[in-house]
């Protein structure tokens, strides 16, 4: 069930659910084109119908296989899979990129192995699929950036991209800070629920804990090669690792 929060032109959507409905939920963050390594996950958790899968953004950018990924997110949710992705800074610079037409900033910041990962899946150069265009003109995909939401809220859980501003309520969180933050921003939760977030990329390649029930899952994938994941029933870490 979506939900949007809409306070002058900061609009945050917020998708709510029931954790009780899933037999067990999985979460994990900033897998930055690493195909390989959510295919290893997938086979180590041994994904069913029944579970939920989250994913706390920046899929895309750095790593070589962003196509895949969110190819694969489409087609296990078309196959009848419980996959939730939440909005990252790097869907957000892409988003952007694709509207104003300056990839500059982006590029900056790995975009340029997006546009090559998907150039070369759909069998055109880079310098075509630029000059085309391209990006702007595959509407699934864009439409999809256009509906991921910035929080998904539980019955006992908070997960965000970046960081949630426990001075404020649900309704006022404001999209900068929910996909751009690195305050620490886990001093005050007060919200009585655990928060979740990724963006903030741990060098040793393990999950971090703080006070006040939150937990960050960005493994640094891009740097350590090896993406973390919690199962939400059992608190049991999980990781992958490339060979």
């Known amino acids: ?22 037999e067990r939920i999985f979460v994990t963050s900033d897998i930055h084109g690493y ?7 997938l086979d180590k958790i041994q994904l069913t119908k029944k579970d939920l ?16 990924l969110y190819k694969k997110y489409m087609e296990l949710s078309e196959q009848g899979y419980n996959i939730k992705h939440i909005l990252g800074n790097h869907e957000d610079m892409l988003y952007k990129a694709v509207q104003s037409g300056d990839d500059a900033h982006w590029y900056r910041n790995g975009g340029e192995k997006t546009d090559i990962s998907f150039s070369e899946n759909l069998g055109i150069t880079l310098e075509e699929w630029k ?21 998904i809220e539980g ?9 949630y501003d426990t001075t404020k309520g649900i309704d006022e969180q404001e999209h900068r800070f929910l996909v751009w933050s690195r305050d620490d921003f ?58």
């Open 35 to 41: 195909y390989s390594l959510f295919l290893k996950l």
């Open 155 to 163: 019955d006992k859980n908070i997960f965000v991209h970046a960081a």
């Open 186 to 243: 886990w001093t005050n939760n007060k919200t009585g629920k655990a928060i979740y977030f990724g963006h903030t990329p741990s060098k040793d390649g393990k999950i971090r804990y703080y006070v006040n029930d939150v937990c960050c899952i960005d493994t640094g994938s891009y740097n350590t090669k090896v993406l973390g994941c919690i199962n939400l029933n059992s608190k049991e870490e999980i990781y992958v690792k490339e060979d």
């Open 1 to 22: 069930m979506f939900k949007k929060s809409e306070k002058s032109k900061n609009i945050i959507r917020i998708e709510k659910i029931h954790e009780k409905d899933f």
């Open 53 to 68: 899968l989250i994913i706390m953004g920046d899929s895309c950018d750095r790593g070589p296989q962003s196509y895949e």
């Open 131 to 151: 000059e085309k265009d391209g990006m702007k003109n595959l509407e699934w995909f864009v439409n999809w950036i256009e509906q991921l939401p910035l929080i």
